[in-house]
Every structure is written in structure tokens, then in C-alpha cells.
């Protein structure tokens, strides 16, 4: 059986994690893929109003993008994204 270790996410890191899913395009569950984590905990994170983004926020406002890029591995190719 594999030992499982509790992650611990600072303030910072929540809200970090939590404006991310109001770029335009991305979902919860891409933000939450990319963090390894389940997007129901993120959903949990976005109902507390310190971790969510402000009413009005704008994902141009803090020059927050995703991008596209293709790792190749071995012959392989895996594409996702990243910020």
C-alpha cells in the first residue's frame, strides 16, 4: 500500500492556485491537474472569500497567462500547459 503524505498549502499558495481558475479558458480542473490536487479542494478554497479572486479582477490585470508547451521525452511527445 502507498504511504500517502498530508499536503499543507500556504495562504499564498491558495490564492495563487485560486486565481489562476479565473484565466480566461482555464478550468478548475486544468489548474487542479497541473498541481496534482483534486479540483473539489479548490472549489472548497474558492467559496472562502480570502482566497478567491475580487469581484472585477481581470486576469489582464496581473499578466496571468497559461501556455502551451511540447516536451520531448525519450521519442515521445507530451504536450500541456503551463504558466
Do not use: H
Not at 500517502?4 to 495563487?16: G, H, I, V
Not at 472562502?48 to 496581473?62: F, H, I, N, V
Amino acid at each position: 500500500m502507498a504511504c500517502r503524505t498530508r499536503r499543507l498549502w500556504t495562504d499564498a499558495e491558495k490564492r495563487s492556485i485560486c486565481l489562476q481558475t479565473a484565466a480566461p479558458g482555464i478550468s478548475v480542473a486544468m489548474v487542479a491537474q497541473r498541481y496534482a490536487v483534486n479540483a473539489n479542494l479548490i472549489f472548497n478554497w474558492l467559496r472562502d472569500p480570502q482566497y478567491r479572486p475580487k469581484a472585477g479582477w481581470r486576469s489582464e490585470d496581473a499578466d496571468l497567462r497559461l501556455l502551451a508547451v511540447e516536451i520531448v521525452k525519450e521519442g515521445r511527445r507530451v504536450q500541456g500547459l503551463t504558466g
